[in-house]
């Protein structure tokens, strides 16, 4: 199994910036991909970024895109988000996912096999 905690979620006004981590324990070699999605009140889960093991190829949704850098520090078993420039859009409950493939669609949601219990990012206007 493996074990996902995020932190570093709050309040920020538009314009700002805020860091989100994930940390992960637990089977590790199945964490070949990691993921952050996202999901607003009365709102589906939706894909934000994604991070793949080895060549640590990055990929972003369009809305974040230049905003926000996805990173991992494997010796700390640490996921970083950073948000820049966040908009009051942005607001949402932010999660962590890890799967154990290293392919695969990192947009869809049933490719990611463990999940954080999420954190809260409220941006206002």
């Known amino acids: 199994q493996v074990q996902l905690v995020e932190s570093g979620g709050g309040l920020v006004q538009a314009g700002g910036s805020l860091r989100l981590s994930c940390a992960y324990s637990?089977?590790?070699?199945?964490?070949?991909?990691m993921g952050w999605f996202r999901q607003a009140s009365d709102m589906e889960r939706e894909f934000v970024a994604a991070?793949?093991?080895?060549?640590?190829?990055?990929y972003y949704a369009d809305s974040v895109k230049g905003r926000f850098t996805i990173s991992r520090d494997n010796a700390n078993t640490v996921v970083n988000l950073q948000m820049n420039s966040l908009k009051p859009e942005d607001t949402a409950v932010y999660y962590c996912?890890?799967?154990?493939?290293?392919?695969?669609?990192?947009?869809?949601?049933?490719?990611?096999?463990?999940w954080g219990h999420g954190t809260q990012v409220t941006v206002s206007s």
């Open positions: 637990g089977r590790t070699d199945r964490t070949s991909t």
């Open positions: 991070i793949r093991w080895g060549p640590g190829s990055t």
């Open positions: 996912a890890a799967s154990p493939r290293g392919w695969g669609d990192y947009e869809r949601a049933n490719l990611y096999s463990y």
